[in-house]
């Protein structure tokens, strides 16, 4: 994904990123057999991606998912994982906790 | 406490820099990177238990025990009006994240991002605020606590933690400051309109003279609850910056305390609004 934004090749960047799509969702699947806070990383990526152009996204933001899949995404993920996942996403002007804002409407 | 330039954080911008939009978060991120501190109180605490996380509780224990998103609704709708119409806004977390989710997907995503707000959520904050403890809120000390059964945000109210509760020697100590308070809002004129007299305001008003003429009695009136802003006012009255996404009340207690206020607008792309301490007038909230 990276390569292929750096290279603004739109096609590939959408063709990458469905992958990636389709990989989170096999892993969403998987959620019951790992912990709670692996499960809540991949919940955030999805939420990440959920209403994203693939073919817009930019190298930085290839790059921040990338450090959330090898380096949080681990089956020993914990709190710093999680921390850390939301603040790489949300750095690249991800969404990941979007379903919570409404929440934080009503306060 | 740390040493250096400080800021206080009012709950609205304690829940915005959880729960907003990122882009709203990088602007508070921004205007802390002023401050060698940002600090806030345990009063605060206690308003975020009772506004955000009693919600996110409420919501973790439907999406826990409702089987599909249809028994969710339903239950819901058995809600007075005012508060059902207050939590139908809070559905998008039940909404489709991936098109192949079905009813316990989305109830299961709902329920893993309701359990990290509620786990984690405050530590994400103190991670980046200082807590002062001069009020002594029972309330706001407690942590929202997990056990078999779920999520458990603690008692509501001030007349509910009997000695534990230190609001009113905290008052005591502030007798002063809260007869100067008293004076400035009997000399406001009430209204809706901006630079007004809240009802909120007005409530503070009632509340320092029930506490003047009978203090021992005024626990019962469960401070936090009934005089929140006025409490975070006094909370915050030794740090010189006084930051919020609510000005009405706080342009005011502001005043009196001689704060610096800087006021967030919702919109992330808005400009926020300084005001600063030796100016005659302030822009009205």
Known sequence: ?107 | MPKGTAVFLDTSILIASLVHPPRTKKRIKARLKAYDFACSGTVVRAEMKRRLFKDAIYLHKLVSKCATIQEVNRRLEALPHQQFRRFRTCLQIVHTIDETDDDRDRLDRARLFLEDLLRRGMDRIERRCHFLTDSACAIGKDRVRENPAGFDAGPRNCSRMGARCGIVRFLEKNRGLLAGIREYLGELEPGRAPGRKSDELASAERFIAHFMENPSSIQRKDPCLTAGDLLIALESQHIPDFYTMNGRESQHLCRVLKQRLIVRPNNPDKEEVECDRGAATWPEF
């Open chain 1, 1 to 107: 994904m990276e390569e292929a934004a750096e290279a603004k090749e739109p096609v590939d960047l959408g063709i990458a990123g469905m992958s990636l799509i389709e990989s989170l969702r096999e892993m969403w699947r998987l959620r019951s057999s790992q912990s709670d806070e692996w499960g809540t990383i991949v919940n955030y990526l999805q939420s990440s991606l959920a209403d994203q152009v693939l073919e817009n996204l930019t190298p930085g933001q290839c790059s921040n998912l990338r450090s959330v899949l090898e380096d949080h995404l681990v089956p020993s993920a914990d709190t710093g994982s999680i921390e850390s996942a939301i603040d790489l996403l949300e750095d690249s002007d991800f969404q990941p906790l979007k379903p919570l804002m409404d929440l934080g409407k009503n306060c």
